[in-house]
């Protein structure tokens, strides 16, 4: 077996997916560290119709009670998702040797490999991405040289389409904290023209004994909010603590046909002072093949995000000091999960 285990490229050959037995690299200890649940009762993820006439109060509850919620009628022709998941097939059925030669770099978080919150885990995960930032042309070209327009128109007719539905919704979770129509367009994250959005192409293979892996690790976000696609395969699991009915538990997130799932990450956690509640997450596996596009919507590069000062104002002070996006990326990257503690108002963490 020939595992790639540069700082970028936590990944091993894709063919070799087909093990006889689980190699231990790729065994979990703690993959039933909690019980898997069911998406009912008390613990049905909230389903949101965007055209519900109670958008902004439904939306703001499920930020604050849940950190992810699955959106109906958005409007994405289910057209433009099965082509979206045929370029994902296409991409991820490539030869191994086809698919290294776009491999992530030192430094540039373009391109295929594993995810970034790999390399805090012992262990490898059940799966290969491939990241995408701005146009994925150059890639295409290494990946099909005499068929790469395909890709990339769908690619690019996706990304416009999420783009503004990512928008849509960032402005319906800044109404529902109580950010006027007007004052909208004066915060960053209200002016769609200074979010920026990355998009993460996953594909979680099947696997005949798949008890003890996992596709992605306990991670949260460290965006404003992902929007993801998933091809019809649940395996997205989300962590609820204990409660007066049941103890922690792994909630796993339904596939429901021509819907999306949006979820909040550190970024929107910190900008709400702790409201929005940025959702721990992890992949689990199953017998058929899995995919999803994660399409991750946060601020330009110099642009620092803080509490709102309408919500960090007389009545709470505010949580956490103002940080970038690239500058939290590389905080997580040194303390992981232990990133936002850092960046409290009340923390000595001083960045290096
Ligand atoms: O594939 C999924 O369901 C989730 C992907 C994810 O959490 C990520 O890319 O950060
Ligand atoms: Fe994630």
Not at 241 to 261: E, G, H, L, M, Y
Request: with cysteine; charged share 20%.
């Amino acid at each position: 077996m020939s595992l790639h285990t540069t700082r970028n490229l936590k990944i091993h050959q894709p063919e070799n997916f087909e093990f006889d037995s689980i190699p231990d690299s790729h065994s979990w200890d703690d993959v039933h560290d909690h019980p898997s649940v069911e998406p009912i009762g008390p613990d049905a993820i909230p389903v949101i119709d965007l055209n519900d006439p109670k958008l902004i109060a439904k939306i703001g509850k499920a930020c604050e009670e849940w950190g992810i919620f699955i959106i109906s009628n958005h409007g994405i022709e289910s057209e433009l998702l099965n082509q979206l998941c045929s370029q994902m097939h296409r991409l991820f059925a490539l030869p191994a040797e086809v698919k290294l030669k776009v491999a992530k770099t030192e430094g540039n978080d373009a391109g295929y490999g594993g995810a970034p919150v790999s390399h805090f885990f012992p262990k490898f995960s059940w799966s290969e991405g491939f990241a995408i930032v701005g146009s994925p042309v150059d890639h295409a070209k290494k990946l099909w040289p005499d068929d790469y327009s395909s890709f990339c128109e769908i690619i690019e007719e996706y990304n416009k389409a999420i783009n503004s539905l990512g928008c849509r919704l960032i402005h319906a979770m800044l109404l529902s904290l109580g950010v006027s129509e007007e004052e909208l367009c004066q915060t960053p994250i209200g002016d769609s023209s200074k979010v920026k959005t990355a998009m993460h192409l996953n594909s979680y293979p099947a696997c005949t004994n798949p008890d003890w892996v996992l596709g992605l690790p306990p991670h949260t976000d460290s965006a404003y909010v992902a929007i993801l696609y998933q091809n019809g395969v649940p395996g997205l699991q989300v962590l609820r603590c204990k409660d007066d009915i049941s103890p922690t538990r792994w909630v796993t997130v339904p596939a429901v046909p021509n819907t999306f799932v949006v979820n909040i990450g550190d970024l929107l956690h910190v900008l709400s002072n702790g409201r929005f509640h940025n959702v721990l997450h992890r992949v689990t596996i199953s017998k058929i093949n899995r995919l999803s596009c994660a399409c991750f919507f946060g601020p330009q590069a110099d642009v620092k995000v803080g509490p709102l000062s309408k919500l960090a104002g007389l009545e709470q002070s505010p949580l956490y000091r103002p940080v970038t996006w690239p500058g939290l990326k590389k905080i997580r990257s040194v303390l992981h999960d232990k990133a936002l503690q850092a960046i409290k108002i009340d923390s000595n963490y001083i960045e290096g």
